[in-house]
């Protein structure tokens, strides 16, 4: 039976939003966000779960760091210019989420207070459900991720981590992907 509150492989996709290089080296923990990201996004490729990413203004804040980028490439994920905060203010994105077409979004990226919440706000108020992966969010100052985390979960947003989202697309121990799965989970940090 499926359960409403789970992520399926089938009905979810992953959302990169605004890992760019003049704004990544000064987010708390930096190396383990964006480590936590690659993560992630191996676990997409994996389980073959659609990727969309944005970029915030980049020729101020620069363009997605390299080894993201890197990943998006390999994976055919669109990186989408915006220059709202919110990702759901632009048309491109919209358009594209409409195209993937999927009800689950599973968020990774930056800043967890101002663009990660402000989309996370307004894919929940069309009817997505989302989650947000706290070890795959940062922001400049841990007070403000704290209380980012904190507000999109109280808008309804599930809280989760990279790892529980893998295994959760994963589902069984006796699938031909679980090796696969372990060996993208042991690089952890």
């Known amino acids: 039976m499926l359960n409403a509150a789970r992520i399926d492989a089938d009905r979810a996709m992953v959302l990169v939003i605004d890992v760019q290089t003049k704004l990544l080296p000064l ?4 190396e383990l966000v964006e480590a936590a990201i690659g993560q992630l996004l191996a676990g997409a490729s994996l389980f073959e779960t659609p990727v969309l990413a944005t970029e915030q203004y980049p020729k ?6 390299a080894s993201v980028r890197a990943i998006l490439s390999s994976l055919g ?3 989408l210019e915006k220059s709202t905060f919110s990702c ?3 048309e491109a994105f919209r358009q594209a989420c409409r195209r993937i077409d999927k009800p689950q979004i599973v968020i ?11 989309t996370a706000l307004d894919l929940l108020s069309l009817g997505h459900q989302v989650f947000v992966c706290a070890d795959a ?9 704290d209380l980012g985390l904190a507000r999109m979960q109280q ?5 989760t981590t990279v790892e529980s989202v893998l295994f959760e697309l994963c589902e069984a121990c006796n699938v031909p992907k679980f090796k696969r799965l372990l060996e993208i989970i042991k690089q952890q940090p």
């Open 155 to 159: 808008a309804g947003a599930v809280i």
């Open 60 to 65: 101020g804040i620069g363009p997605t760091t």
């Open 88 to 90: 759901c203010g632009d």
């Open 77 to 79: 994920a669109p990186i």
């Open 27 to 30: 987010i708390e923990d930096q």
């Open 137 to 145: 969010v940062g922001s400049r100052r841990g007070l403000d991720l």
């Open 108 to 118: 990774c990226g930056i800043e967890a207070h101002v663009c990660v919440q402000q």
